[in-house]
């Protein structure tokens, strides 16, 4: 149904008139439904690999020598780059992705030679200073591509390491800065409060910086 | 919660959810229809204003978002690229069913207003985001071209 700003109430929502019709239902409904939830609550916390949570950096004490566990830090920092909140505007080409599945974005935008799109079309055009929800619609002031030097899109988990490590395709970041970077940009940020209905990238953008720093103590190796 | 807007020079204070898209302020409380709903979520280009000489899809900005800015709609817009692309527009009779054609004049404007030689692709890249059902493509292109043109004299 097209937005509008009103109250409505959408017609497959079970309201007070459209209650079940079976005495009982309900509640046998609602006990199966907390005991799921239940059991993928415990399944989660026993299976971390399926959890939306970043480990941390305690969690590598037994990563072998400091080369293994640097390694073995920036893999699970690559859960947080090649995530398609990440991605979908760090593209190769000339257009944002977008969408969990990573398809071009529609309209066809194209990035500009500012990375804010081109003159009729900027970014700002649809995206506003926040998320839209209605209209499943992203947002944040500084709403823009990474420049085509920092594309991370079709890159290997150890390409993007190489890459952010490299002043000459970071934006000129020593190791600080772009510690600075990851862990408090605004927009690095949205990619943890994303709009309603888009994942967002797993942890928050503080255990992420505490990931980052870890990385950087135990000497910024890179994978393969 | 009442909230100001500057719309073709006129001041109205509306009292008015913050978060209602600028287009239902235009059209339902300010009555001016020329601005058209199409997708309600940013895909089709219909509802495009100008804010601060700026084409914004009016269907996803919350007025509150609006607050000391100054909006022009297809009824009251008016500058050297408006009057062109507007003359170039009834020239070849660009429209056929006309629903979307006053987004797709503001953002023909704001092109001219930034690239008074606009090339195809320039066209492409402006007029990306404005779909016309009719398929008005080519003369939409014809007339920003001609809009150009005029312009130039």
Same mark, same amino acid.
């Given at each position: 149904?097209?937005?509008?700003?009103?109250?409505?109430?959408?017609?497959?929502?079970?309201?007070?008139?459209?209650?079940?019709?079976?005495?009982?239902?309900?509640?046998?409904?609602?006990?199966?439904?907390?005991?799921?939830?239940?059991?993928?609550?415990?399944?989660?916390?026993?299976?971390?690999?399926?959890?939306?949570?970043?480990?941390?950096?305690?969690?590598?004490?037994?990563?072998?020598?400091?080369?293994?566990?640097?390694?073995?830090?920036?893999?699970?920092?690559?859960?947080?780059?090649?995530?398609?909140?990440?991605?979908?505007?760090?593209?190769?080409?000339?257009?944002?992705?977008?969408?969990?599945?990573?398809?071009?974005?529609?309209?066809?935008?194209?990035?500009?030679?500012?990375?804010?799109?081109?003159?009729?079309?900027?970014?700002?055009?649809?995206?506003?200073?926040?998320?839209?929800?209605?209209?499943?619609?992203?947002?944040?002031?500084?709403?823009?591509?990474?420049?085509?030097?920092?594309?991370?899109?079709?890159?290997?988990?150890?390409?993007?390491?190489?890459?952010?490590?490299?002043?000459?395709?970071?934006?000129?970041?020593?190791?600080?800065?772009?510690?600075?970077?990851?862990?408090?940009?605004?927009?690095?940020?949205?990619?943890?409060?994303?709009?309603?209905?888009?994942?967002?990238?797993?942890?928050?953008?503080?255990?992420?910086?505490?990931?980052?720093?870890?990385?950087?103590?135990?000497?910024?190796?890179?994978?393969? | +919660?009442?909230?100001?807007?500057?719309?073709?020079?006129?001041?109205?204070?509306?009292?008015?959810?913050?978060?209602?898209?600028?287009?239902?302020?235009?059209?339902?409380?300010?009555?001016?229809?020329?601005?058209?709903?199409?997708?309600?979520?940013?895909?089709?280009?219909?509802?495009?204003? +100008? #804010?601060?000489?700026?084409?914004?899809?009016?269907?996803?900005?919350?007025?509150?978002?609006?607050?000391?800015?100054? #909006?022009?709609?297809?009824?009251?817009?008016?500058?050297?690229?408006?009057?062109?692309?507007?003359?170039?527009?009834?020239?070849?009779?660009?429209?056929?069913?006309?629903?979307?054609?006053?987004?797709?004049?503001?953002?023909? #404007?704001?092109?001219?207003?930034?690239?008074?030689?606009?090339?195809?692709?320039?066209?492409?890249?402006? +007029?990306?985001?404005?779909?016309?059902?009719?398929?008005?493509?080519?003369? #939409?292109?014809?007339?920003?071209?001609?809009?150009?043109? +005029?312009?130039?004299?």
């Amino acid at each position: 149904m097209a937005f509008r700003h009103r109250s409505t109430t959408h017609p497959n929502q079970v309201g007070p008139g459209r209650a079940s019709a079976v005495p009982g239902a309900t509640h046998h409904r609602s006990a199966i439904g907390l005991a799921v939830s239940l059991a993928l609550v415990a399944f989660a916390f026993s299976h971390p690999a399926m959890s939306d949570q970043l480990k941390a950096p305690e969690d590598f004490a037994g990563s072998g020598d400091q080369v293994a566990r640097s390694i073995d830090v920036f893999r699970e920092i690559g859960r947080v780059l090649q995530h398609p909140r990440c991605v979908n505007c760090h593209p190769r080409g000339d257009s944002p992705l977008q969408g969990d599945d990573m398809r071009k974005h529609e309209p066809p935008v194209r990035r500009g030679e500012a990375n804010i799109g081109v003159v009729g079309m900027r970014c700002t055009t649809c995206h506003q200073a926040k998320n839209i929800d209605h209209a499943n619609l992203p947002g944040h002031p500084k709403w823009h591509l990474a420049p085509v030097e920092m594309a991370w899109e079709g890159k290997s988990l150890g390409e993007i390491c190489r890459q952010i490590s490299d002043p000459a395709r970071n934006g000129g970041l020593s190791m600080d800065a772009l510690l600075k970077h990851m862990a408090e940009d605004d927009l690095v940020g949205w990619g943890w409060k994303p709009d309603a209905g888009r994942m967002p990238v797993p942890g928050s953008q503080e255990q992420f910086g505490k990931l980052f720093a870890y990385w950087i103590k135990t000497g910024a190796h890179c994978p393969g | +919660m009442q909230l100001d807007f500057d719309v073709n020079g006129k001041k109205h204070s509306l009292d008015i959810d913050p978060q209602t898209p600028l287009l239902w302020v235009i059209r339902d409380e300010l009555r001016l229809t020329g601005t058209k709903f199409g997708c309600g979520i940013a895909q089709c280009g219909a509802c495009t204003v +100008m #804010i601060d000489g700026q084409p914004t899809r009016s269907c996803v900005t919350p007025a509150a978002a609006v607050q000391g800015v100054k #909006i022009e709609t297809i009824e009251a817009i008016d500058s050297p690229e408006a009057r062109a692309v507007k003359a170039a527009w009834v020239a070849i009779d660009v429209p056929q069913c006309g629903y979307c054609q006053s987004g797709q004049i503001i953002s023909a #404007i704001a092109l001219l207003s930034e690239n008074r030689a606009p090339t195809d692709d320039d066209i492409d890249g402006a +007029m990306a985001g404005n779909i016309c059902r009719c398929a008005t493509y080519v003369r #939409i292109r014809q007339a920003i071209k001609d809009a150009a043109a +005029m312009l130039k004299e």
